[in-house]
């Protein structure tokens, strides 16, 4: 592993330490332990909700990657912010753009869009769920050198969060068309708001070929925006931030940055695994403290916020899976049993949320 990292990870007492010394984005180290927190012997699986449909999230994360790399100031990235915009209102949702011009670790000028989607705007109890959409103008962590200065497709590092929100969204636009069927909760009646917030400008951080200093400031530079400039008035109960969700052999262990700023949130999604029959994906395990765009979410706009994020402990070429930051990163290595455990997940959260 190289020091030069897009997300670093700490773990024990040091996540403890830094978090009073350090600043958003001092941490900055990497370590592969892990610890078990708990094991149930049993789990009952109590599904509430909709069916989560994994080929949908699949065609949408494949749509994304139809554009090409969707890296910063590209055309690609601007015609894929335009479908992002028409899929979100397609499926019922009040849509804002968040425009802002925000400066690379090399100096550079990034046009960058935050995509904000609501659904049921009116709502005043919201939940925020938000992943990046911008992919990774170079391949530095490729097992070929050569590549390092190509950019990736993004498949999952990126289109795949994305990917479940949309899906998402249009489950709840379905659930209340659905009206009067008596079966059919509508989180719209039950006055529950989503905003589906997709992140922009988050993967231009200090590529590890590079010879400047990298104190972590570089990375997610939508939230960063994002955070200190809410919609007026805007608050949520809490957000979600979905990374890398549709890896191949992907599993997702507990976020210790999310544990430390939302512990009572990473409790009740890792419940809403179990129940949904995703323990295996989910495990009750501790994984690492990680630099990614749920900080600044926390640490300016206060709002509680966990990263549901892999983590492959036996993966030597990365800790986040062996086609992070890699040419890999395409729709080969998207698997729906993943989309699924994660889309599902969040349909169990979100059906089992208590309004008042």
Same mark, same amino acid.
């Given at each position: 592993?190289?020091?030069?990292?897009? @997300?670093?990870?700490? /773990?024990?007492?040091?996540?403890?330490?830094?978090?009073?010394?350090?600043?958003?984005?001092?941490?900055? $180290? #990497?370590?592969?332990?892990?610890?078990?927190?708990?094991?149930?012997?049993?789990? &009952?699986?109590?599904? /509430?909700?909709?069916?989560?449909?994994?080929?949908?999230?699949?065609?949408?994360?494949?749509?994304?990657?139809?554009?090409? +790399?969707?890296? @910063?100031?590209?055309?690609?990235?601007? $015609?894929?912010?335009?479908?992002?915009?028409?899929?979100?209102?397609?499926?019922?949702?009040?849509?804002?753009?968040?425009?802002?011009?925000?400066?690379?670790?090399?100096?550079?000028?990034?046009?960058? /869009?935050?995509?904000?989607?609501?659904?049921?705007?009116?709502?005043?109890?919201? %939940?925020?769920?938000?992943?990046?959409?911008?992919?990774?103008?170079?391949?530095?962590?490729?097992?070929?050198?050569? &590549?390092? #200065?190509?950019?990736?497709?993004?498949?999952?590092?990126?289109?795949?969060?994305?990917?479940?929100?949309?899906?998402?969204?249009?489950?709840?636009?379905?659930?209340?068309?659905?009206?009067?069927?008596?079966?059919?909760?509508?989180?719209?009646?039950?006055?529950?708001?989503?905003?589906?917030?997709?992140?922009?400008?988050?993967?231009?951080?200090?590529?590890?070929?590079?010879?400047?200093?990298?104190?972590?400031?570089?990375?997610?530079?939508?939230?960063?925006?994002?955070?200190? #400039?809410?919609?007026?008035?805007?608050?949520?109960?809490?957000? %979600?931030?979905?990374? @890398?969700?549709?890896?191949?052999?992907?599993?997702?262990?507990?976020?210790? @940055?999310?544990?430390?700023?939302?512990?009572?949130?990473?409790? $009740?999604?890792?419940?809403?695994?179990?129940?949904?029959?995703?323990? +295996?994906?989910?495990?009750?395990?501790?994984?690492?403290?990680?630099?990614?765009?749920?900080?600044? %979410?926390?640490?300016?706009? #206060?709002?509680?916020?966990?990263?549901?994020?892999?983590?492959?402990?036996?993966?030597?070429?990365?800790?986040?899976?062996?086609?992070?930051?890699?040419?890999?990163?395409?729709?080969?290595?998207?698997?729906?049993?993943?989309?699924?455990?994660?889309?599902?997940?969040?349909?169990?959260?979100?059906?089992?949320?208590?309004?008042?």
């Amino acid at each position: 592993m190289t020091r030069k990292r897009k @997300m670093r990870i700490i /773990t024990g007492i040091a996540v403890i330490i830094l978090a009073g010394i350090a600043g958003i984005y001092g941490i900055n $180290k #990497h370590n592969e332990n892990k610890r078990i927190i708990s094991t149930e012997e049993t789990e &009952k699986i109590v599904l /509430t909700g909709p069916s989560f449909n994994a080929d949908s999230a699949y065609a949408y994360t494949a749509a994304q990657c139809a554009f090409g +790399s969707r890296t @910063m100031n590209s055309t690609a990235h601007e $015609k894929c912010g335009q479908w992002i915009i028409a899929k979100f209102k397609h499926y019922g949702c009040k849509v804002q753009k968040q425009s802002a011009v925000v400066t690379g670790y090399d100096g550079t000028k990034l046009n960058s /869009t935050n995509i904000i989607a609501s659904y049921n705007p009116e709502a005043t109890t919201r %939940i925020l769920i938000c992943a990046h959409w911008d992919s990774r103008p170079w391949a530095d962590n490729d097992p070929d050198s050569t &590549k390092h #200065h190509t950019p990736i497709m993004a498949a999952n590092d990126g289109a795949s969060g994305v990917a479940v929100m949309i899906e998402l969204a249009r489950l709840l636009q379905q659930q209340d068309q659905k009206g009067s069927n008596s079966d059919s909760v509508s989180l719209k009646k039950e006055g529950l708001g989503i905003d589906f917030v997709c992140l922009d400008a988050e993967d231009w951080g200090t590529p590890q070929w590079s010879n400047k200093p990298d104190d972590g400031s570089s990375w997610a530079l939508g939230a960063q925006y994002f955070s200190a #400039h809410l919609p007026q008035g805007y608050e949520a109960r809490y957000g %979600i931030l979905l990374d @890398m969700v549709g890896g191949a052999g992907a599993h997702f262990y507990k976020e210790q @940055m999310s544990e430390q700023y939302a512990p009572a949130i990473v409790k $009740k999604v890792w419940k809403a695994a179990g129940q949904a029959g995703y323990r +295996s994906f989910f495990p009750n395990q501790e994984g690492g403290a990680i630099t990614d765009d749920h900080l600044p %979410i926390n640490q300016t706009a #206060h709002i509680p916020t966990i990263d549901i994020i892999p983590y492959y402990p036996d993966c030597s070429q990365s800790s986040f899976g062996p086609t992070w930051h890699t040419t890999s990163d395409t729709m080969a290595h998207i698997d729906k049993a993943t989309l699924k455990a994660v889309g599902q997940t969040l349909v169990q959260v979100l059906f089992t949320e208590k309004i008042k």
